[in-house]
């Protein structure tokens, strides 16, 4: 369950575009049978596009309350769930609830090798103006028939996380009460 006291801020200052918050990766290999699941809690940026991008594997696009096709809900938390398949090019989608897919990755693999390792997982915002976005609870878990390997599990709950963000501001602070501080995770 999402814990409204842990919840963070992705803040960029006015006149901001394209700030990332980045996870990078020592190219981790993928086999054609793993798959990756994502797991996050996130209140995309109001204006403008929030993207979330798994390597070359997955882009993600939050943008005018639709992502791919599902609503979100653009001034509360979102569920988001999703199972990425590198064999296959695509993804599945669970959206609050919601379930929809496949998705084929709507980039090409450049190098071919792109679709094999991992090298990042960012959070991104194409925005032109002051604008406010919310993450919690961001998980990233390679699935392998040997068993899950957990790549990042970040609860932000932590007194001390380390954060790699461009052009922009990760603030860690508690989200006004109107921001549904009870929605279950």
Known sequence: MRNPSDARILAPPVGWINAQRVQAFSDVPLNVDDTLTL?????????????????????????????????YRRSTWNDVKVTIRPASHDYLLTLNGARAGPFANEFPCEPPNDC?????????????????????????????????????????????????????????VNPPSRLNPGAAR
Not at 52 to 64: Q, S
Not at 146 to 151: N, P, T
């Open 39 to 71: 797991d996050l809690a996130i209140i995309p940026f109001r204006s403008g596009v929030t993207y979330v991008r798994v390597g070359a594997l997955m882009h993600l696009r939050f943008e005018n309350g639709l992502l791919d096709g599902l609503p």
């Open 116 to 172: 094999s390792v991992l090298k990042s997982l960012i959070v991104q915002g194409g925005v032109f103006e002051e604008s406010v976005a919310w993450i919690d609870s961001l998980s990233l878990v390679r699935n392998t028939p040997a068993g899950q390997d957990v790549l990042v599990d970040i609860g932000f709950n932590q007194c001390y996380v380390p954060q790699y963000v461009y052009l922009g501001g990760m603030l860690f």
